[in-house]
């Protein structure tokens, strides 16, 4: 099959040199599976020779004017994380680069008008609070497919005596209502180890290197208050002892407490951590479980045969 990716080489989300690697290293397997033939700049769409176009725009901000591709025969998906994202013009202050993000009502209407019969979104919480209404539930229920945010790295193995005893805190602490309330206030939390976010200190590991950063930890904090971020599934397969904000749909692709994950709230986070802290051995087989749901099944790997097997049964079975 003839697959053509329509993204931005440039892009904050996909360049080399992102910080947050897990869509780019998603992005990599794909090209791995499919050997694809890219577009990224302005054309007809009778200039594309493919069977399936996946365009692959994670926060909408690549505004590629392709004529007539409404009209183009192929398959098309099209791959949108963030769906509390607003529209926002700005620069990238890494790359001194102009960015116009779109919001959930342009970035719909945008690929219906591309003709794009599938959305892929790593998060069902955030599809049908903010796309579902959107598009309406019986739109939503044919265009949904949903794999998560999938880690690109080998997994960690290992001992966890053999790691920093501590209980890593990571990540952004914007507290504007984007989700991050729990986050903030765990992160001040006895027994927590807090290091800034790579864009406050360009000294800490981001990008590729930043799994191998996790595996040094015995402990990791994924909250996030509306859904799922990139870390649920990023400390698992690191090995760390995840501590994690409860979400339905994590439960739905194996998250359970004291087996794979611990969940925390407000009211037991202290008690769950220090427990931990202090027993740090004991919890060896809920990391091993952890590492083991994502290995197996929510891999970069994994999600490019999921988008392979969805082509499969489109293009060839139905």
Same mark, same amino acid.
């Given at each position: 099959?003839?697959?053509?990716?329509?993204?931005?080489?440039?892009?904050?989300?996909?360049?080399?040199?992102?910080?947050?690697?897990?869509?780019?290293?998603?992005?990599?397997?794909?090209?791995?599976? /499919? +050997?694809? &033939?890219?577009?990224?700049?302005?054309?007809?769409?009778?200039?594309?020779?493919?069977?399936?176009?996946?365009?692959?725009?994670?926060?909408?901000?690549?505004?590629?004017?392709?004529?007539?591709?409404?009209?183009?025969?192929?398959?098309?998906? @099209?791959?949108?994380?963030?769906?509390?994202?607003?529209?926002? &013009? *700005?620069?990238?202050?890494?790359?001194?680069?102009?960015?116009? !993000? #779109?919001?959930?009502?342009?970035?719909?209407?945008?690929?219906?008008?591309?003709? &794009?019969?599938?959305?892929?979104?790593?998060?069902?919480? *955030?599809?049908?609070?903010?796309?579902?209404?959107?598009?309406?539930?019986?739109?939503?229920?044919?265009?949904?497919?949903?794999?998560?945010?999938?880690?690109?790295?080998?997994? $960690?193995?290992?001992?966890?005596?053999?790691?920093?005893? @501590?209980?890593?805190? %990571?990540?952004?602490?914007?507290?504007?209502?984007? $989700?991050?309330?729990?986050?903030?206030?765990?992160?001040?939390?006895?027994?927590?180890?807090?290091?800034? =976010?790579? #864009?406050?200190?360009?000294?800490?590991?981001?990008? !590729?290197?930043?799994?191998?950063? #996790?595996?040094?930890?015995?402990?990791?904090?994924?909250?996030?208050?509306?859904?799922?971020?990139?870390?649920?599934?990023?400390?698992?397969?690191?090995?760390?002892?995840?501590?994690?904000?409860?979400?339905?749909?994590?439960? *739905?692709? $194996?998250?359970?407490?004291?087996?794979?994950?611990?969940?925390?709230?407000?009211?037991?986070?202290?008690?769950?951590?220090?427990? /931990?802290?202090?027993?740090?051995?004991?919890?060896? %087989?809920?990391? +091993?479980?952890?590492?083991? #749901? &994502? @290995?197996?099944?929510?891999?970069?790997? =994994? /999600?490019?045969? /999921?988008? @392979?097997?969805?082509?499969?049964?489109?293009?060839?079975?139905?």
């Amino acid at each position: 099959m003839k697959l053509v990716i329509v993204y931005n080489p440039n892009d904050n989300k996909t360049r080399a040199d992102t910080y947050s690697y897990i869509y780019r290293g998603m992005l990599d397997a794909v090209v791995e599976k /499919f +050997n694809p &033939v890219y577009v990224s700049q302005d054309c007809n769409a009778d200039s594309i020779d493919a069977d399936v176009i996946l365009f692959w725009d994670v926060n909408s901000c690549h505004h590629i004017y392709i004529k007539g591709i409404e009209k183009h025969s192929a398959l098309k998906i @099209e791959y949108i994380s963030d769906p509390p994202q607003k529209e926002s &013009v *700005g620069i990238y202050k890494r790359y001194n680069m102009p960015v116009h !993000k #779109l919001g959930a009502k342009q970035r719909i209407y945008r690929l219906l008008d591309r003709g &794009v019969k599938y959305i892929i979104c790593p998060t069902k919480k *955030g599809f049908w609070e903010h796309y579902a209404p959107i598009l309406g539930e019986e739109r939503a229920e044919k265009m949904f497919m949903y794999f998560p945010q999938a880690p690109w790295f080998e997994s $960690g193995k290992g001992s966890l005596s053999e790691r920093k005893q @501590e209980v890593l805190a %990571n990540g952004s602490v914007s507290n504007d209502g984007i $989700g991050y309330d729990f986050r903030y206030w765990a992160f001040q939390r006895p027994n927590i180890t807090f290091v800034k =976010h790579y #864009l406050s200190d360009n000294s800490i590991p981001m990008g !590729k290197k930043y799994g191998e950063f #996790l595996k040094q930890w015995a402990g990791g904090l994924a909250l996030c208050d509306t859904y799922p971020v990139v870390k649920y599934y990023e400390m698992p397969l690191a090995g760390c002892v995840t501590f994690m904000s409860y979400h339905e749909e994590c439960e *739905g692709v $194996g998250f359970k407490d004291y087996e794979t994950c611990v969940y925390v709230t407000k009211d037991n986070f202290d008690e769950r951590i220090k427990d /931990f802290v202090n027993d740090i051995p004991s919890y060896q %087989n809920i990391a +091993n479980k952890g590492r083991e #749901l &994502v @290995e197996k099944n929510y891999t970069a790997k =994994h /999600f490019a045969e /999921f988008l @392979e097997r969805k082509i499969i049964e489109e293009l060839y079975e139905s």
